[in-house]
């Protein structure tokens, strides 16, 4: 079983509407929680991350992170072609020196005007 | 500025060639990272350097062969490469030194990536 999964997707919805994708992940030690866009060709471009349990909120973008459930979500809202990408979560467990990240196998979201 | 620059964009390389990737940051970080990428696939982490020093290689084959000159930038050399080397190669950074009594913040920034093709 994988640590982190990532709903396989692919997610198709209709400009405006409000997106919601989601990891789930198995491992405790996990404390920051990111959020990557990436478009066809190009690298992972940090959206958002958060630090332990909570929300946070930046623009249309809102981040959740449940660690009761181990679960984690990503909340667009109104949601624009541009938004077409593939959206990675990453999680990581505090290290005193440099240490790996743990991705999802990514989502992929169209967005049709 | 949260940029990592990367080059080449794009690189064509033969099996028996000798080729470098060239990866800058200048945010202070102490860890860097190269990465491998497969299509519809998640990055695929290759080897870390933290403050400079080779901290984690992920058995990788020696015909890649990463060097960190200075903490902006790090290189991958790369030697006798096979087709099933093809790839997009993501190099990242991190802030990698206890801030203020806190832990190490691994939150990695990526560059755009170079992407290879072995012939």
């Known amino acids: 079983q994988k640590e982190v999964e990532q709903d396989p997707g692919p997610l198709s919805v209709p400009e405006g509407a409000i997106v919601s994708l989601n990891c789930t992940y198995s491992?405790?030690?996990?404390?920051?929680f990111m959020w990557y866009r990436q478009y066809s060709r190009k690298g992972p471009e940090l959206l958002m991350y958060?630090?332990?349990?909570g929300n946070k909120e930046d623009g249309r973008f809102t981040a959740q992170v449940d660690k009761s459930s181990k679960y984690i979500s990503l909340f667009i809202r109104d949601s624009q072609p541009s938004d077409s990408a593939t959206y990675l979560c990453?999680?990581?467990?505090?290290?005193?020196?440099?240490?790996?990240?743990?991705f999802g196998d990514g989502t992929t979201l169209t967005v049709k005007p | 500025d949260t940029e990592v620059t990367q080059t080449p964009k794009h690189l064509v390389m033969g099996m028996t060639n000798k080729k470098s990737l060239k990866c800058e940051q200048h945010?202070?970080?102490?860890?860097m990272y190269w990465y491998k990428q497969k299509a519809k696939k998640p990055p695929e982490l290759m080897f870390v350097?933290?403050?400079?020093?080779?901290?984690i290689n992920e058995s990788v084959p020696s015909r890649f062969s990463p060097e960190c000159p200075n903490s902006s930038l790090l290189n991958l050399h790369l030697h006798a490469l096979q087709p099933e080397d093809s790839a997009l190669y993501l190099c990242?950074?991190?802030?990698?030194?206890?801030?203020?009594?806190?832990?190490?913040?691994?939150?990695?920034?990526f560059g755009a990536g170079t992407r290879l093709s072995v012939l």
């Open positions: 945010m202070g970080h102490r860890a």
């Open positions: 990453a999680m990581s467990a505090i290290y005193t020196n440099a240490g790996k990240s743990t």
């Open positions: 958060t630090y332990s349990s």
């Open positions: 491992n405790s030690a996990f404390q920051y």
């Open positions: 350097y933290s403050y400079e020093k080779l901290s």
């Open positions: 990242a950074s991190s802030q990698d030194r206890p801030d203020r009594g806190r832990l190490a913040k691994n939150i990695q920034y």
